[in-house]
């Protein structure tokens, strides 16, 4: 049972001598925890939006099949939260698309220009699976604090990772979507993300998540 199942089903024994999940660690030095002046109710307030994003990212990503590894309300310079999942194949092919784009920039003339061996037109079927996990997961933190919290605040890296995944999956040769594209899609994926969420079950899941990392000594 992974870190965040345990918030989702009753406890059970645990046998001796078997692996804790996820221990907590010391905060890297680039890690601020607790966070500065969290007595002031306006700085907890947002600390709970956080919790409740990255609980909403966590839970969805869990009942795609994601395993997730951590999930940190630690503060940084550019980020409040985030939360690690294991790669999909979905996300391992943006990953590539990404640095081959990435080698062609540096190489303006390189047959690589345009690279055909990511973006070639994709069967339905080449990890469908996965590329459903990851835009649901995407989208999820914002839907879950809109729920909790009736805005968002957060979630512009959210929005990038979204436009990646979808330019290199559904996107021409050269990776284009158009803006119209990008926002049905968008509209789609929210809609579904907030019709998960609002089962009961799934969003007792959320709270319990967001209420546990609030009240971890370690963010």
């Not at 999909?88 to 345009?114: F, I």
């Not at 990890?127 to 914002?142: K, P, R, V």
């Not at 789609?188 to 609030?214: D, F, H, Q």
Request: net charge positive; charged share 25%.
């Amino acid at each position: 049972m992974g870190f965040f199942d345990k918030f989702r089903q009753p406890k059970r024994p645990r046998p001796r001598n078997s692996p804790t999940p996820l221990q907590p660690s010391s905060p890297p030095p680039d890690e601020v925890w607790p966070w500065p002046d969290i007595d002031r109710p306006v700085v907890q307030l947002v600390q709970r939006r956080v919790a409740f994003h990255e609980a909403g990212h966590a839970v969805v990503a869990r009942c795609f099949g994601i395993e997730v590894m951590d999930l940190s309300i630690r503060r940084r310079v550019r980020s409040l939260g985030r939360v690690t999942p294991v790669a999909t194949p979905a996300w391992q092919q943006v990953e590539k698309y990404g640095d081959l784009r990435r080698l062609a920039d540096e190489s303006p003339e390189s047959r690589l220009r345009t690279p055909v061996d990511v973006l070639h037109p994709r069967s339905l079927f080449d990890y469908e699976e996965s590329l459903q996990a990851e835009l649901h997961t995407c989208l999820a933190g914002a839907v879950a604090e809109e729920m909790q919290f009736s805005s968002c605040t957060g979630g512009r890296g959210d929005w990038r990772r979204f436009h990646l995944q979808v330019s290199c999956c559904y996107g021409d040769l050269n990776g284009f979507v158009s803006g119209s594209s990008i926002a049905l899609l968008r509209h789609r994926y929210w809609n579904s993300c907030k019709e998960i969420l609002t089962k009961p079950e799934n969003w007792t899941w959320v709270k319990a998540v967001a209420k546990a990392a609030v009240r971890s000594e370690h963010g």
